[in-house]
């Protein structure tokens, strides 16, 4: 079982800095892409951030230039380095992963890709 766990959150004034990390734990054979959503109060949930296995990234344009995603391949880890904080960051910050899993039945071996969510962490910014 895929599990993803995340850290990092807190309080943070406008201007500073927070770091994110999202470790992915299991029978993982590859991770095809990590994500950042983020979710505000009485708002939808929306891609932050996200890193594909080749190492291409997309952002929000909200965050350009203010955040950056990385992966760390050989932990299955992947980081959100916040920086230039705003107010409107404010929210529930979820790592999601695309994971190809090694499943095994009776002696049988095969592979199972399926998508993954973290239980999220919030990120409070204050002006």
């Known amino acids: 079982q895929v599990q993803l766990v995340e850290s990092g959150g807190g309080l943070a004034q406008a201007g500073g800095s927070l770091r994110l990390s999202c470790a992915a734990s299991?029978?993982?054979?590859?991770?095809?892409?990590m994500a950042w959503y983020r979710q505000a109060p009485g708002q939808q949930r929306e891609l932050v951030a996200n890193?594909?296995?080749?190492?291409?990234?997309n952002y929000a344009d909200s965050v350009k230039g203010r955040f950056t995603i990385s992966r760390d391949n050989t932990k299955n880890t992947a980081y959100l380095q916040m920086n230039s904080l705003k107010p409107a960051d404010t929210a529930v910050y979820y790592c999601?992963?695309?994971?190809?899993?090694?499943?095994?039945?009776?002696?049988?071996?095969?592979?199972?890709?399926?998508?993954?969510w973290g239980q999220g962490t919030q990120v409070t910014v204050s002006s």
């Open positions: 299991g029978n993982i054979f590859s991770i095809h892409v």
């Open positions: 890193m594909f296995g080749d190492n291409s990234t």
């Open positions: 999601n992963a695309d994971v190809l899993e090694t499943k095994y039945y009776s002696g049988t071996e095969w592979y199972s890709r399926s998508d993954h």
